[in-house]
Structures are given as structure tokens and as C-alpha cells.
């Protein structure tokens, strides 16, 4: 088990700044820290080992410790509104319980944590509403609706307290009523307890524990959410719901949340005359369809009013919130690229693990200074990819992991520690404990798996890197080549821009740069337009389409829309990012391939083991002749710490109907690739027979290159595993000496030719 874990509170930063990070310690009380380059993450024997180069710095020394934890589940919370308990009132909402069956699902609660005292309007046993009240004797009542409300359906539900006679009545109706299922009710009883009025935030979806914690989360939607004075019959509510109200109905009105409004904000709309605005924490997911969503619109842009629901999660998180532990400010002369904060509580063994790498990137500095220049290179390094896959936990939680992965999965006290704390929150591949698609991450939390050393289940046989891990194969190539190079990170791409990319000759990306945001997306096509040269040294690119939100540093959205290889797919009309009200889902869905951007795009995927490339016909084009420079052998990436070889996990290929080049070279297509490596699922519409690499010509990787109009080109490894095959025979190989020669051409000022 892990002993020591920790986060930083930016994944980018520059010389100058201070950068913070946060740090639980499971045993013990002081741990040591040093400032480390990330060269080579990759433990196995096989490879040139863990390469970590030590930087002094302020950070350098011991620290205290402590254990931190994670109050995960996402809410409402008001902090104006009046003690409610002080005379009758009414609470009626719109709600889709997702997980019923879980008990103490709070609604809506205005409880005083020193007293116990309060009142809280819930779901609990199998799926009934109820209400509890309590007093500062300590004396609780409760009234229940005697029926379980059915998963994923909406009901009307409305609950009337009168704190001066104790009188309680609930009232349950389905939205959709159906034979045989006895779920609408009615309940009402003089409690004996009335409950205090209490000076204490209102919240919605949970409730105040008296660890300070906020607890009794609400799995599911809630929409339409209303305050009114006074006791009302459930058939009143229905005049609050009407887009005109009958004014003599206004006066009642405590709050009247419209949820369909500031949809890109953490703000909630109070509609009432008091303005008892809310705030909503830990990112429930909104631009959700609400009970009256008729499918006649699947915008919440242009018909707002159809998605007046926020999903709540009991495991959402966006901050973890944990204290600063160690903090230093980054050194005005280091040099831009890959670092990581090592921190360590004694030595490891089979037992515990007790260091972690938390990794981090020094950007090259903000302000262009005269007579400095900068490196014909820069690494764009993938954090949204990082971000999409954080603490991804399909191999623990999910079926027929090992059966896709084609072999048996090893855990190491990093998955572990993921399993007994899902509280750190899922990757956007995961799902919520109420079976809905996770579809936020935030990087103010521990991402466990973006460090050095971490074996992913999905990274093949051998070394078993994926993401970032892989990365630092490049990282360590770079180095052992002596390439002076900056380093930016998919979020200041997307927040600076073409500004930031102007500067530089060449960019290379890692091994999976998949997610991608529409300013990074524009960008990089405006850089390449402009006579950029972009060495693409991974597979799966460009892939998904994500937003950064507006006011909240550090978190993307993906919305799992119609296609694409997806592990759980959007609801019907919630296709649209919540954060900027764009169409989400592949990038390929809205005409923009990734065969526009860098000129091939994604075909197939297979976990297990890995092929090689033939060197194909246009190879001996003399167009290629500097890339194949030294390089005679016809099989090239036959070797390699990803799967045995240069092609494998997921592959790319030529497509020019999907915006590949025309001018494109072929120069080499792996072959020889297994049954596991199959076809990807928007490349078909009839499913066919031979989706596997042993039996479908189509399921190969293609080398490629191609000239811009602008003096730029392109060159397209098309594989995830490529990179794991550089540092073959003491990084004296094809692979390494093909994309040696490309660097160096690349590099070179001298523009590439337009014309004939």
C-alpha cells in the first residue's frame, strides 16, 4: 500500500513562480523532499532503467506530515437564506434518484452540526421519501412515504413541515405512472419533535456532519427546486412550474431555484424575490436533461429550459483541499521540461511503498526576453490526456478487463490504494457509484498513475507504460540525444494559444495526445498553417473533443457522444459540454479529423502485444530520402519495451477523405498484427467478421510524411508504442534513426518544398 501520496496545484509552471504541493502522510510524522528531472520513468531491467537527475533547490530538506483525506460528493450549498424552521414551510422539487437503494440521501437539510438539531428533507430505505426533524434535546422524529420511488424515473415530490404543530406531509408522484408499480404516495403525521430553527447554511444533496464533513450525498437529478411559506398541497405545486406564474402565487416564494440558467457557472439561480443565490461544490454535472426534456432539442444553449437538472454524484470531487505541505519557487535559470517533486517516508518494501514521484512541468518563461532565444524544439506534453485517465480504475471495477487485455492483471500498492480510496475521484473513463459516466476531472487531487514508475494494466506486455510513464521514453531520448528543447502542457495551450507555439520550429508530442480542447485544437492548426513542423510520435490523437472550464482552473469535460470507442456512453441530449455549450463527443464528428491535424488518425487498438512496420514503396520517394538516412532495413521497429515492437496499443493510419494530405508518403504500414488488435468502432457501420489484425488488412499503423504549402510538413509514427523502442541497443536502431534524421531536417530553417 501506498504510504505517501500528494499532488501538486498546478501541472505547469513557470521559472519564477511558486508551485505548492499537497502531501498525506500514512505513517510516521516527517518525510524528505528533493527536486528531481524526470528523464526515464520506466523500471523494467530491459530498458535503461530509472533515470532521475537531482536539482538543488528551496524545495530540498525534511518537512512534517500528517494523514489528509478527501470529503468527496458533490452539493448545493446557500448561505443567506433565513432559518426556515421558524415558522411553516414547504419544499418541492423535480427529482431522478439513480441509486435509491443507498439509504440517507439528503434532498435538502438545514441542520446545526454543534446541536444536532435541524431539519432534513431525504430518500432513504430502498428509495422513500422522508422527513426528519430534530431538536437540541437530541430527540430526532421521522415520517416516511411507505413506497420506494423506482431508479432513474422522475417524480413530483412535494414536503410541507409546521415546526409549531409538528404536523409533516409528504407527497411522492411519478412523472410517469405504470401498471402494477405501487410508487406514488402520500404521508402525513403529527411528529412529536419539532425541529429548532437553526442559523445554518442550506444545502442541497447533502447534509453537515459533525466531523465538519458533508455527508448523506443524493445520488441523481434534481430539478425545479422551490421554497415556498407556509403549508401548500401538492397540487398547488404545479402552478410554481408554469413559465408564467399566477401572481398571487409569488408572494409565498422563499427561493426559486432555475437551475437552466448560469449552466456554465457554479452558481444556481435564485428566481424568488429574496435572490437566496446558491453555489455548487465538487462539480455536479449540469446541461443535464430535466423532467420536461422532450427531445424536441438537444442544446441546452438554445432550449435552456429542458435542462433544469444537475446530476448529483455522493462521489463527486473537484478540489481535494488538502493542506500545503511543501512550496518553493521554481528557479529563474531552470530549464524548461519534465520535474518532479520526490518525496519519501523510509524505505520500501513488498509491504508499502513509501516515496512517490509527483510530477510537474516547467513551461518556458511568460515574457519573451529580448536577446534570449528560445530552442527550435518544444514537447507538448499531454495533461488533458493525463487528466482524461487520472486514477482510471477499469482493471479493479470493471468486467472483462483481463479477457480485453489478453492476459492476467497484476495490482501494485498503487492500484491498491486506489481500490480502498474512491474517494480520489474516477478518470473520465470510469463510472460513478450510480452507473453514470464520470464526466469531469479535475488535477487538484492525487493523480496516481501520472508519475514515473507507475506499470499501467493497459500498457502491453513488458514494460506496461501508458501515458505519461510513456512519455518519458521520449523524454529520455531527448536527453541521451542532447536536444535542447521547452516543454508546454495541453493547458497553456489552450490558454495561450498560437502565441505560445510561434516561437518554435518543430513541436512533438508524447506518445497519446488524444484529448484536445477547440483554442488548442485552433492553435496548433494555425501554427502548422503557418509553416509549422509537427513530429507526431504517438497514436490515438486528436481524439476527443473536451472544454476547460471558464472560472475553474485545472478541470476538462468530455462528453461521451454517438462514437468513438467509449466505456460508457452520454444520455440522448446530453451530448453538449455544460462548461462552454459546444457539441461534444470525437473530433471526427464535427468534420474535424485528426487527419487535418496531423495527418493520420486512429484505426485500431489491441493491449497485449506489439508488431513491426514494413517499409512500403513511397519510402523510396526521394521526397523521404533525409528520413530514411542511414536506414536500409526493410522491417523497422521489430524490438521494443512496449509489446516487443514500434507498433501496438493503439494505431493510426492514412485516410485523405478524413483530411490526410494528398501529398502524403506512405513509408512504411506494420503488419502481422494479432486477433486482440481490432478494428476501432467508427470505422464501421455493418459490424463485419474480421474486426481482428490477423484477419483485417485495414488494422495497421502507417509511418507517414507530408509537406505544407507553408514550408512545413508532418511526420506520423501512428503508434503509441513507438516510442518504447528508441532506446533499443543503446538507442542504436531504425526507430531512433528515423526520428533523429526527421528532428534534424525539422529543425533545420530551410523550408520544405511546395512545388514541383
Known amino acids: 500500500m501506498l504510504k505517501i501520496v500528494g499532488y501538486p496545484d498546478r501541472y505547469s509552471v513557470a521559472p519564477g513562480e511558486k508551485i505548492a504541493f499537497k502531501i498525506s502522510l500514512e505513517e510516521g510524522t516527517h518525510f524528505d523532499a528533493r527536486l528531481v528531472r524526470v528523464i526515464h520513468g520506466d523500471c523494467n531491467p530491459e530498458g535503461p532503467g530509472l533515470k532521475f537527475r537531482h536539482i538543488k533547490s528551496a524545495a530540498d530538506g525534511r518537512y512534517r506530515g500528517k494523514p489528509q483525506r478527501i470529503d468527496a460528493g458533490s452539493y448545493m450549498t446557500v448561505e443567506s437564506i433565513p432559518a426556515l424552521a421558524s415558522g411553516a414551510f414547504t419544499f418541492s422539487a423535480m427529482i431522478w434518484p439513480t ?95 419539532a425541529p429548532e430553527a437553526v442559523a445554518a447554511p442550506l444545502l442541497m444533496a447533502g447534509c453537515a456532519e459533525p466531523d465538519g464533513t458533508i455527508g448523506r450525498h443524493f445520488d441523481g437529478k434534481i430539478d425545479s427546486p422551490l421554497l415556498l411559506s407556509g403549508v401548500h398541497t401538492a397540487d398547488r405545486q404545479d402552478g410554481y412550474w408554469r413559465p408564467i406564474i399566477d401572481p398571487s402565487l409569488l408572494k409565498h416564494i ?30 455536479p454535472a449540469r446541461g443535464m436533461k430535466g423532467w420536461n426534456w422532450t427531445g424536441e432539442e438537444h442544446s441546452w444553449t438554445r432550449k435552456p429550459e429542458h435542462y433544469g437538472a444537475i446530476h448529483f454524484h455522493s462521489d463527486d470531487l473537484y478540489d481535494a483541499g488538502w493542506e500545503t505541505a511543501v512550496e518553493f519557487a521554481i528557479p529563474d535559470d531552470l530549464k524548461s521540461g519534465p520535474y518532479a517533486l520526490h518525496v519519501s517516508s523510509g524505505e520500501s518494501d513488498r509491504q508499502a511503498t513509501r516515496e512517490q514521484y509527483i510530477a510537474f512541468f516547467v513551461r518556458p518563461p511568460r515574457e519573451r526576453n529580448a536577446g534570449v532565444s528560445r530552442p527550435e524544439v518544444l514537447v507538448l506534453a499531454s495533461t488533458a490526456s493525463y487528466l482524461a485517465y487520472a486514477n482510471h480504475g477499469e482493471h479493479i471495477t470493471a468486467r472483462g478487463a483481463e479477457r480485453q487485455m489478453a492476459r492476467l492483471l497484476q495490482f501494485g500498492h498503487t492500484d491498491l490504494y486506489m481500490y480502498d480510496h474512491p474517494e480520489l475521484g474516477g478518470s473520465l473513463y470510469d463510472c460513478h457509484a450510480d452507473g453514470s459516466g464520470v464526466c469531469y476531472s479535475s488535477r487538484l487531487r492525487p493523480n496516481l498513475n501520472f508519475s514515473p514508475q507507475y506499470h499501467s494494466w493497459l500498457g502491453g506486455h513488458g514494460s506496461g507504460l501508458y501515458q505519461y510513464n510513456a512519455d518519458t521514453h521520449l ?34 508530442t508524447g506518445t497519446h495526445p488524444e484529448y484536445h480542447s477547440t483554442p488548442m485544437w485552433d492553435a496548433m492548426k494555425a501554427w502548422i498553417d503557418r509553416g509549422g513542423r509537427l513530429m507526431y510520435m504517438g497514436g490515438n490523437g486528436w481524439y476527443w473533443r473536451i472544454a476547460y472550464h471558464d472560472e475553474m482552473p485545472g478541470v476538462i469535460e468530455v462528453r461521451r457522444a454517438e462514437d468513438g470507442i467509449r466505456t460508457w456512453a452520454a444520455e440522448p441530449g446530453e451530448y453538449y459540454h455544460s462548461f462552454t455549450g459546444e457539441y461534444g463527443g470525437l473530433w471526427r464528428r464535427i468534420g474535424r479529423a485528426p487527419n487535418v491535424i496531423c495527418g493520420v488518425g486512429f484505426i485500431a487498438q489491441g493491449f497485449d502485444v506489439s508488431s513491426y512496420y514494413r517499409r512500403a514503396p513511397d519510402a523510396a520517394n526521394p521526397r523521404a530520402a533525409f528520413i530514411f538516412k542511414g536506414v536500409k532495413d526493410e522491417i523497422i521497429g521489430n524490438f521494443g519495451l512496449i509489446g516487443g515492437g514500434a507498433a501496438g496499443i493503439e494505431l493510426d493510419c492514412i485516410a485523405t477523405n478524413l483530411g490526410s494530405l494528398p501529398n502524403i508518403l506512405r513509408l512504411a504500414s506494420s503488419e502481422n498484427h494479432n486477433s486482440m488488435m481490432m478494428l476501432a468502432n467508427e470505422e464501421f457501420m455493418v459490424v463485419p467478421p474480421n474486426l481482428g489484425g490477423d484477419q483485417n488488412e485495414r488494422v495497421k499503423a502507417d509511418l507517414a510524411f507530408g ?45 520544405f518544398k511546395a512545388a514541383f
Open 99 to 193: 441509486l435509491p437503494k443507498r439509504s440517507n440521501q439528503t434532498l435538502i437539510a438545514q441542520w446545526d452540526v454543534q446541536t444536532g438539531s435541524g431539519f432534513r428533507i431525504e430518500m432513504t430505505d430502498g428509495g422513500q421519501l422522508a422527513a426528519t426533524l430534530a431538536d437540541t434535546s437530541g430527540r430526532t422524529a421521522e415520517l416516511r412515504s411507505g413506497r420506494a420511488m423506482l431508479e432513474r424515473q422522475w417524480y413530483a415530490i412535494a414536503v410541507s413541515i409546521d415546526p409549531l404543530t409538528g404536523m409533516v406531509v409528504l407527497d411522492q408522484r411519478p412523472v410517469q405512472p405504470y401498471s402494477r408499480i405501487a410508487d406514488r404516495a402520500h404521508a402525513s403525521a403529527r411528529l412529536a419533535v
Open 475 to 508: 523524454y529520455d531520448w531527448l536527453d541521451h540525444q542532447g536536444v535542447d528543447y521547452d516543454l508546454i502542457t495541453d493547458e497553456d495551450l489552450h490558454s495561450d494559444g498560437y502565441e505560445l507555439l510561434r516561437d518554435y520550429r518543430v513541436v512533438v
Open 254 to 283: 422563499i427561493a426559486r431555484w432555475d437551475f437552466s440558467r448560469d449552466i456554465r457557472t457554479t452558481r444556481t439561480v435564485d428566481t424568488g424575490p429574496s435572490q437566496h443565490h446558491g453555489r455548487i461544490v465538487h462539480l
Open 707 to 751: 509537406e505544407t504549402p507553408s514550408g512545413g510538413a508532418i511526420f506520423a509514427t501512428s503508434s503509441i508504442a513507438w516510442c518504447g523502442s528508441l532506446s533499443h541497443n543503446g538507442y542504436d536502431n531504425n526507430v531512433s534513426k528515423i526520428c533523429w534524421n526527421v528532428l534534424q531536417r525539422f529543425a533545420d530553417p530551410e523550408p
